[in-house]
Structure formats: C-alpha cells, structure tokens
T-cell receptor, first 109, second 114 residues
Framework: GQNIDQPTEMTATEGAIVQINCTYQ??????LFWYQQHAGEAPTFLSY??LDGLEEKGRFSSFLSRSKGYSYLLLKELQMKDSASYLC??????????WGAGTKLIIKP | NAGVTQTPKFRVLKTGQSMTLLCAQD?????MYWYRQDPGMGLRLIHY???????AKGEVPDGYNVSRLKKQNFLLGLESAAPSQTSVYFC?????????????FGAGSRLTVL
C-alpha cells in the first residue's frame, strides 16, 4: 500500500528552527509537495521537490532524498504566524497525489 | 482575483437529505478536484475532472456525484447524506494534472450530518 508518515504534532519556540520530517512509500514517485494549512483555512502551496537536494525559499527550505523515501521541511526564524499544519503529499506513478495526515506545529513565545 | 470559491461554507443536514456543494474558479484551470479532510487523516480525493464535461472517480467516490457542465464550475452532490459524510470538503483546481502542478484550494465547506 501507499503510505505517507509525518509526526502528528510538534512544538517550537519563536525565533528558533524546526524540522518537520516526511517519509513515504508509494508506487512510483513524481515529486513531493509541502502545503501549509492554518486552522480553519485552505491549504496553500509551500514547495515542490522532484530531484534530490535542498530547495530554499526565504525562511522555508525543503529537502528530498528519493533513495531514502524521505523529505523534510525546515522553518527558520520561527514566527507566531507559522503556527499551522504542514501537509506532505507525494505524486505517485500515476501522477495521483497521496497526502500525509499533516503535522500540527505549535509556536510558543 | 477570487481564485477558488466554495459555497456554502457551513451546512447541517439530517440523514437522508440531499445537497449540492458548488465550486467556482476564475483562473481558467482545466483540472478540478473535490477532497474531504477528516481528523487524523490525509486529504482524500472524492472525484476529479480533467476538463469541461468530464468527471472521474477518486479514492472515496461512494455516496457522491459530481458534474462539470462549465469549465469554471464543479459541483459535488450528496443524494442521501449519511453521518459518515460529516467532514470538511475542499475544492481545488490546477492548470494541469495535480501530479506535478500546484493546487489552488477553496476555503472549505464544513458539513455535518446528524
């Protein structure tokens, strides 16, 4: 079966750095997405990785290792507004998206 | 630019009642999707459309029907609502298939079936 694993919840301090991991087992791989979802709102796109390595976009970076079936989202200089759920999704061999359950990130002052 | 708009935002139904959720996008996207989101689970695809006049089943299509009569609109129908259909429903669209393209989501429709 196809599976995406993420931690259910993480807590971090304002101004710090946090890494949210995502491991996947899918039939084929055509890219990995990270979305941010604030409580009661729609998911919004953060990043897309299809090749191994690190993609940096401001305070957010996303890393991919296809051989390990592993990705992480790195958030630097955390702000209170970063409190949200972070969704990992993998595009399988049929270009269908398989979604993880999301990681709820709590930022404390 | 409104993006993706869903109506209604909230609805309470009794078991057996029917309803339709409307999704409208103004980005001229070809692909549209209906997902449901339940606590502790990832987004699950109900139905999707690859263009005007087309529909296809997703991962959890039972109990739902859809129509895409106009490119900008994608309707999700529940003919006989059941408590198991209590969920938050998200509509999304993309220019091409979701596998390699960014999805734009609507704000969600929270449905409760009593």
């Amino acid at each position: 079966g196809q599976n995406i694993d993420q931690p259910t919840e993480m807590t971090a301090t304002e101004g710090a750095i946090v890494q949210i991991n995502c491991t996947y087992q899918t039939s084929g791989f055509n890219g990995l997405f990270w979305y941010q979802q604030h409580a009661g709102e729609a998911p919004t796109f953060l990043s897309y990785n299809v090749l191994d390595g690190l993609e940096e976009k401001g305070r957010f970076s996303s890393f991919l290792s296809r051989s390990k079936g592993y990705s992480y989202l790195l958030l630097k200089e955390l702000q209170m507004k970063d409190s949200a759920s972070y969704l990992c999704a993998v595009s399988d061999s049929n270009y269908q998206l398989i979604w993880g359950a999301g990681t709820k990130l709590i930022i404390k002052p | 630019n409104a993006g993706v708009t869903q109506t209604p935002k909230f609805r309470v139904l009794k078991t057996g009642q029917s309803m339709t959720l409307l999704c409208a996008q103004d980005m001229n996207h070809e692909y549209m999707y209906w997902y449901r989101q339940d606590p502790g689970m990832g987004l699950r695809l109900i139905h999707y459309s690859v263009g005007e006049g087309t529909t296809a089943k997703g991962e959890v299509p039972d109990g739902y029907n859809v129509s895409r009569l106009k490119k900008q609109n994608f309707l999700l129908g529940l003919e006989s609502a059941a408590p198991s259909q209590t969920s938050v429903y998200f509509c999304a669209s993309s220019q091409e298939g979701s596998g390699a393209n960014v999805l734009t989501f609507g704000a969600g429709s929270r449905l409760t079936v009593l």
